[in-house]
């Protein structure tokens, strides 16, 4: 697939009206920041580090593509179909560049309907970008978990290299008028190295994970090149409240001067030209998914669930395998609330599926075995002949697979220690609509949104996901039905779609 599916690349307008753009580039500052670059109507211009599809070789030597999960798959791929655009990201294979990807795209039936582009990372990228500089320094240390960095010289130099070649790979698709919107924590300096290299396109970022506290950023060497380089963006998301306002804090104390001018919202300015932040949480397309959730082969496969249940309570866990989810601490709570009240024994079961993910980090295979120790030793603690508590899955269910669990589940356990949104809340409070009680921890972004509709707890406090677990077992029908209900109209309130639409305009870069 070719980097524009509607024809060539547009054009850069006359010199007249590139003048105008420069013009309006250098214009006075506005109190709306962005409003310095507003233009016409261009494309939507996604970049992450990874495309919603991932590239795989079989052993006839043909590459074919497959989904990509995850949370930031689920919330930007309806937001392209909608708006059409283009993609860019890595493939998920070493060396994999566009040619490889058109090949296998166009044996693909059900490809996206929106242009990807190919950003081919080598191994050793892989290793040090990737699975180094993004996932054992960035993500640790944005989700509060210092000891767990490993912050390694080399790794810095491959997260340069990659940002810099994600920044031409975009300076040589977007037309002229695009709105590159990039994503996440491994492409932070993305923004920067597009200005060097001239762009001048409306450039806006959104970071899907928390962004940490001051004390906690300033032990990355880096810190402060990372925040200087978001501050070449016109427009900044986080999640929540929490993240912008820690952001601020870090571009106050390590990009001089930024607030010299002090406009009247508190967002920086970098030489010049003032940089709009925002909290803008993130959500899922409601309306499809509710759909979705309600067709024949999922109703089917439900009924099938429930049947295979008898009485007993469904309390489901989906995560990706990861240490910021919290999975650990949620079976350490499941087993104290066995412990505590003899009545759930028999009655209940916790479904906990763990999606397979960066397996090859070694913090996460520990994490694996903690999982797997922990199900053995509840199983054998509490177990019969009859009953087992705990049915643990390491594995990918299909989208169907999925849905029909979060229908037939009584409670959803959703408990990471700390979390940017999470969407699986959001989609079993769309996807359920019957009786469903959501447990959450106060760690997740959705928290703030799910306050009155959730039992919120504690996550690394068994005691407190253990209290939780009671109550919802013992919570009338009537009241387990109203929180439903208000969860399900909290999600169709804001869903993707207003996420998207707040986004563009809270930085005046809609077209
Ligand atoms: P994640 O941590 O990846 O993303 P999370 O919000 O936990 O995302 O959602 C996981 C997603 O994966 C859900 O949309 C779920 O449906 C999907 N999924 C689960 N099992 C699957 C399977 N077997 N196959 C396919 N998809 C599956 C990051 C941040 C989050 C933030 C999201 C979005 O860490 O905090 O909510 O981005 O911004």
Redesign the pocket.
Request: charged share 20%.
């Given at each position: 697939m070719s980097g524009t599916p509607s024809g060539a690349r547009r054009a850069r307008p006359s010199s007249r009206s590139r003048r105008r753009g420069w013009e309006r580039r250098l214009a006075p500052l506005s109190p709306f920041g962005g409003s310095n670059r507003r233009r016409g109507a261009g494309r939507l211009s996604i970049a992450s580090n990874r495309l919603p599809v991932t590239l795989e070789c079989g052993q006839d030597g043909e590459w074919r593509t497959s989904?990509a999960?995850?949370?930031?798959?689920?919330?930007m791929d309806p937001v392209l179909r909608s708006r059409k655009g283009s993609w860019t990201g890595w493939v998920g294979a070493p060396d994999a560049g566009q040619e490889v990807l058109s090949r296998a795209l166009a044996r693909t039936p059900d490809r996206p309907p929106y242009s990807l582009q190919a950003v081919p990372l080598t191994a050793q990228e892989e290793d040090l970008f990737y699975r180094g500089f993004a996932n054992e320094v960035l993500w640790p240390l944005f989700h509060g978990f210092p000891d767990r960095w490993n912050p390694e010289p080399r790794y810095w130099e491959a997260y340069r290299a990659v940002n810099r070649r994600f920044a031409r790979s975009l300076a040589s698709t977007a037309d002229w008028d695009d709105l590159i919107w990039v994503h996440?924590y491994h492409l932070m300096l993305t923004g920067k190295e597009l200005r060097a290299l001239g762009s001048d396109h409306r450039l806006a970022f959104f970071l899907?994970?928390p962004f940490p506290p001051l004390h906690l950023l300033e032990r990355m060497p880096w810190a402060g090149e990372l925040v200087e380089a978001l501050c070449h963006f016109d427009l900044l998301g986080f999640?929540t409240r929490g993240s912008q306002s820690n952001y601020l804090d870090a571009a106050r104390a390590f990009v001089p001067g930024a607030f010299s001018h002090g406009l009247a919202h508190g967002d920086p300015i970098l030489q010049g030209r003032a940089i709009r932040t925002g909290a803008f949480p993130?959500s899922?397309d409601s309306t499809e998914f509710s759909a979705a959730a309600h067709g024949p082969v999922v109703e089917a496969m439900e009924r099938e669930i429930r049947r295979s249940l008898g009485n007993q309570m469904l309390i489901l866990g989906?995560?990706?395998l990861?240490y910021?989810?919290g999975i650990p601490e949620k079976l350490r709570g499941f087993d104290l609330a066995l412990e505590r009240s003899p009545e759930l024994r028999g009655s209940v079961l916790l479904k906990q599926?763990v999606?397979p993910?960066r397996d090859q980090i070694p913090a996460y295979r520990k994490t694996k075995d903690e999982i797997e120790v922990l199900v053995r030793s509840i199983n054998q603690r509490w177990g019969t002949d009859a009953w087992q508590p705990v049915e643990y899955l390491y594995?990918?269910?299909?989208?169907s697979e999925?849905l029909a669990h979060y229908r037939a589940a009584d409670v959803a356990l959703v408990t990471?220690l700390n979390?940017?949104?999470?969407?699986?809340a959001k989609?079993y409070a769309v996807a359920n609509q019957g009786s469903g009680v959501i447990i959450l921890s106060a760690f997740?972004?959705?928290a703030a949104e799910f306050g009155f509709e959730a039992l919120l707890v504690d996550p690394s406090e068994p005691d407190s996901v253990a209290v939780a677990i009671l109550s919802a077992f013992q919570m009338p029908m009537r009241e387990r039905r109203a929180r439903m209900a208000r969860a399900g109209t909290t999600v169709r309130i804001q869903d993707v779609h207003g996420w998207v639409r707040d986004f563009l305009a809270e930085g005046m870069l809609a077209g």
């Open positions: 989904s999960s995850g949370g930031l798959v689920t919330a996440d899907h994970i999640q993130i899922i989906v995560d990706r990861d910021s989810k599926l999606v993910s594995a990918s269910w299909s989208r999925l990471p979390d940017g949104m999470n969407l699986v989609e997740a972004g959705a």
